[in-house]
Every structure is written in C-alpha cells, then in structure tokens.
C-alpha cells in the first residue's frame, strides 16, 4: 500500500520505516526542513537501537523517503498516518495544535478517497474532529480511523513489528478492510471498535501502567519503613497471573514523552465531563514526589548539601533513549543546584539533549561514568543503563570521595555491595540500605 506518514518523530519515523520494511511505499513528511534534511543524507535525529539500519536498509530498497511536501505526499498515498505531537498545554489538557493544522493541510491536499489514520495520543472526539476539518477543506469522500501507538522508546521497533494488539477505531468499511490489510502482517490480535473507545484505550492504558508504577512505588515506601524487601513483593504478586510481573520496578518515578503528559490529558478529559478522576490524580501527585526520595536520602547522610559535589549516572528518562522529555533527572539536578551542590553528570547519550535544557555553572557534563564520579561526595544512579550495572562496585568505591551511593533503579545487588563499604540507598530494599544512618525497622506488633 502508499502511505503518507506526517511527522518524523519517534511514533512517525518507526511505525513509517516499520510499514516500509513490511513492502509498503512511504512517504515520511516533516514540516522541519532540518529534519527532513538530516534524514535525506542518512543521519537520524533521534538515538534508537536499530532505527538507523531498517531506515538505510528501505531507503536503499525505494520504498521509503522524506519530504517537506506534505501536499505532494498526501496525493500519492492511500493511507495517511497523521503522528504529530500532541504536548501538555500549561492546564495539562492535551495541545491540539499541530493535528489540527496537519488536518487542515491534508483537507487542502487530497485529490481522491484516503484513509485518514491517527497515531498521535488524542482525548476522545479528536478524530471526529479532524474529519470535520478535512470536509471543511475538500468535496473529496475520505474516512477517517484512530488507530493508537503503544510502542516504547528504546524497543521501539521490536514493539511496532510485534505488538501486544492494534486497535483500529473506524466506522468505515472500507477503512477497516485497508487497516486490517496493512496490519495484519504484524499480528491477528487485531481490535476494531468505535472510534471514541480506540481514542480512549491509549489513554486508558498508559494511565494504567501509571498506577502499577505509582502502587509498586508506594509499596517501595512502606517497604523500606517495615523492613520488606519491594523487588521480592513485586516478583511474588506478580506470578499471579491477574497481577502480571510487569511495570512492577520501583523506581523514582516514571517519566518520558508519554506518561506524565497523557496521565494529566486524562484527568483534563474527565474533568470535561464533570468526573474528578480521584485515582490517577493520586497516581500523579505520588509519581512527582518520587524522585525526591533521591534527596531525602542524600540528606540523610550528607546533611547539608551545600558545597558538596554530587554525582549524576543517568539523564534520560529511561535506558537506550536519548529522550530527556519529563525525565525524573531534570527536577533532581535542579533541585541539588539549588541546594548549593555541585553537579557532575553523564549519561551514554542523553548529555548533548539535557544540556540545551540546562546549563549551570555548578553543572559539569562528563564524557565517561568515571569521570563523574571522580571526587565526588556521592553518587546518585537515575537511569538503569546496561554500563552501570557493569562497573565493578570496588573499583567505584576507589573512585568517589566518600562511598556513598542512591541507587535509583536497585540496580546493585547486596552480594556486590557486601564486598564494599558503601553507604548504600535503594528503593524499598531496606535490608541493603547499609548506612551510618539507617533505621532499624519499627516493631509493628
Ligand atoms: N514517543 C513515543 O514513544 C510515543 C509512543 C506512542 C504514542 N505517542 C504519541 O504519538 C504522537 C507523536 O509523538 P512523538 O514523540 O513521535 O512526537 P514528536 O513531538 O517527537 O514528533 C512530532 C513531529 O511532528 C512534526 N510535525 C508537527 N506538525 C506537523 C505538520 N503539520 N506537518 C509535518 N510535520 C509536523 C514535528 O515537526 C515533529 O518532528 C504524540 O501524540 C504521542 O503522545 C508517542
Ligand atoms: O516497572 C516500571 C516500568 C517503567 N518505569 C518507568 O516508566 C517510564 C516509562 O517507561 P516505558 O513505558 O518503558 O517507556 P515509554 O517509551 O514512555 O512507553 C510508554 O508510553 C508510550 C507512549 O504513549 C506507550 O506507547 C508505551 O506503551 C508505554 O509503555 C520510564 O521512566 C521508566 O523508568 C518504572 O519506573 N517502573
């Protein structure tokens, strides 16, 4: 099939050269010249594993190419896949913006029957509006489809070429016949429902795995004050087959492009209707306390964090992305600056991203993991990539200042650390949180 892919982000770029990589032509439409031109001398302006390969690999076979020229795209597809971002507004309602203005483009465009599709995350009744812009624009016939994204960073396309399920939320016939075409290569798992429910299971579902991360984080809390152990609790409800083992890793809170954004574009929806969605609110107020845990416990040993040079392993929001959007990182080295630390931070790939967003003379961005922690008073561990799990916990402690070390992913085992004399801080392991400072559990009975 020919397909017009409009926007070049992650959703766009990976589901195009995904479809591509199917047989299909596409055409992936940027309105950032730079992008487009990144992308035509074969760069990519985004860090995923194997994205690089399977976009030269479709370049190479003429079957996929980048464009400015939306209209151009628009004409020689049948499909197009509008993969626009839909950021927060400041009230947390999803931004409608750039879907509105790519329906408005597309209605200026379309020369015969398509099949308009969308990927981006958008409250329910979004795609009934896209339609009416279209028909405001054009006499041609066109039917329109939600069909949302679930793909992850850093697995991105590993989770386009097998997905759990696609949803396709259509009225249409014809539409549900080419979309079921188009993905069934992919899986048989295929949901057609109405629109308004296919816009409402994206947002359903992330808030959901929101609130897996927010329990198992406050389960994490009570844990280290009662003296259980969060990662055997997690492994135990999670061989329930109701429960599931996964999103179950306490952490310091989720972050990313997704979840903080659509968690709060729900509440904004429900609130639309007059419902005060009570859970996910909670789910949201516990994420963003989270990651001050790393603080408190930083404080807890050091006392005063003045003066003192702290080192950061970890900027994205999670492992093998360059992504820095809403990444717990940000607010903790802001936090630490205002506390009057030094910062040194690295990160395998996220370095050159964080520091466009911040820049601070007491924030040093390192080239190595050792180079952060080189004299430092402590180490902080935000993000669980492969390369900090590798480092020898000995030769660590040679390196720091003093052995002190938050571990924000429980990424260090208590057999590693029993070798060493680090102060050590997990998240709701409270039996390795070897410190000078550590509090026996309470008695309960
Ligand atoms: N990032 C993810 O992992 C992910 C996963 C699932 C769903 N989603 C959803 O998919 C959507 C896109 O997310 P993203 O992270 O890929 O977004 P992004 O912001 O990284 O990229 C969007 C791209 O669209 C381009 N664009 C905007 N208006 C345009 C227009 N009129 N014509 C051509 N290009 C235009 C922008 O220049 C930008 O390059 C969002 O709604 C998001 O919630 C994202
Ligand atoms: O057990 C867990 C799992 C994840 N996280 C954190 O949660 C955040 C999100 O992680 P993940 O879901 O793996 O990455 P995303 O790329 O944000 O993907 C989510 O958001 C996408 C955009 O909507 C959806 O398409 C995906 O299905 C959904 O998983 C990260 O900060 C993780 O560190 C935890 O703290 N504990």
């Known amino acids: 099939m020919k397909l017009a892919v409009i926007g070049t982000g992650y959703v766009g770029l990976v589901s195009g050269v995904c479809f591509?990589?199917?047989?299909?032509?596409?055409?992936?439409?940027?309105?950032?010249?730079?992008?487009?031109?990144?992308?035509?001398?074969?760069?990519?302006?985004?860090?995923?594993?194997?994205?690089?390969?399977?976009?030269?690999?479709?370049?190479?076979?003429g079957r996929l190419r980048f464009s400015t020229d939306l209209a151009d795209a628009v004409n020689k597809s049948d499909i197009v896949i509008l993969a626009v971002g839909t950021p927060s507004l400041p009230n947390g309602e999803a931004n409608l913006t750039y879907i509105k203005q790519a329906a408005a483009e597309i209605g200026a465009a379309i020369n015969d029957y398509k099949v308009i599709v969308t990927k981006s995350t958008v409250p329910v009744?979004?795609?009934?509006?896209?339609?009416?812009?279209?028909?405001?624009?054009?006499?041609?016939?066109?039917?329109?489809?939600?069909?949302?994204?679930?793909?992850?960073?850093?697995?991105?396309?590993?989770?386009?070429?097998n997905p759990d399920r696609i949803v396709i939320g259509t009225t249409s016939e014809k539409a549900q016949e080419w979309l079921t075409q188009l993905h069934s290569p992919l899986t048989d798992n295929i949901l057609v429902t109405d629109i308004?429910?296919?816009?409402?299971?994206?947002?359903a579902s992330n808030a959901f795995l929101a609130t897996k991360i927010s329990f198992i984080n406050e389960i994490a809390n009570i844990c280290e004050k009662v003296?259980?152990?969060?990662?055997?609790?997690?492994?135990?409800?999670?061989?329930?087959?109701?429960?599931?083992?996964?999103?179950?890793?306490?952490?310091?809170?989720?972050g990313g492009s997704c979840f903080p954004k659509d968690t709060q574009a729900l509440i904004q929806i429900a609130g639309h209707v007059d419902y005060e969605f009570k859970l996910l609110k909670s789910v949201v107020e516990v994420n963003q306390d989270q990651r001050f845990n790393?603080?408190?416990?930083?404080?807890?040993?050091?006392?005063?964090?003045?003066?003192?040079?702290?080192a950061i392993w970890g900027l994205a929001f999670k492992p093998e992305t360059d992504d820095i959007r809403d990444a717990p990182a940000v607010e903790i080295i802001q936090t630490l600056l205002q506390r009057g630390a030094s910062v040194k931070a690295y990160d395998p790939v996220a370095t050159s991203?964080?520091?466009?967003?911040?820049?601070?003379?007491?924030?040093?961005?390192?080239?190595?993991?050792?180079?952060?922690?080189?004299?430092?008073?402590?180490?902080c561990l935000l993000t669980e990539w492969k390369e900090f799990a590798e480092i020898s916990l000995l030769e660590l402690e040679g390196l720091l200042r003093k052995p002190i070390l938050i571990d924000g992913r429980n990424v260090f085992s208590e057999e590693e650390l029993s070798q060493t004399s680090f102060i050590y801080y997990s998240v709701g392991r409270p039996n390795m949180n070897h410190g000078v400072r550590d509090e026996s559990p309470v008695l309960l009975f």
Do not use: W
């Open 196 to 203: 308004r429910s296919a816009e409402m299971i994206k947002y």
């Open 353 to 379: 991203n964080f520091s466009r967003l911040i820049s601070h003379p007491q924030l040093k961005y390192c080239d190595s993991k050792e180079e952060a922690v080189a004299n430092a008073d402590a180490l």
């Open 125 to 161: 009744g979004t795609n009934e509006k896209v339609a009416a812009i279209i028909a405001e624009q054009t006499n041609q016939r066109f039917d329109v489809a939600s069909v949302p994204e679930f793909l992850r960073e850093g697995s991105a396309i590993r989770d386009t070429l």
């Open 294 to 310: 790393v603080i408190r416990k930083l404080e807890a040993i050091l006392d005063d964090l003045q003066g003192k040079t702290i």
């Open 20 to 61: 591509a990589h199917l047989g299909n032509e596409v055409i992936c439409v940027d309105k950032v010249n730079e992008k487009i031109e990144m992308l035509g001398r074969g760069e990519v302006p985004i860090y995923e594993p194997g994205l690089k390969e399977l976009i030269d690999t479709n370049v190479e076979a």
């Open 227 to 254: 003296g259980a152990d969060v990662t055997k609790v997690a492994e135990g409800m999670g061989h329930d087959n109701r429960i599931g083992r996964s999103f179950l890793k306490a952490g310091i809170g989720y």
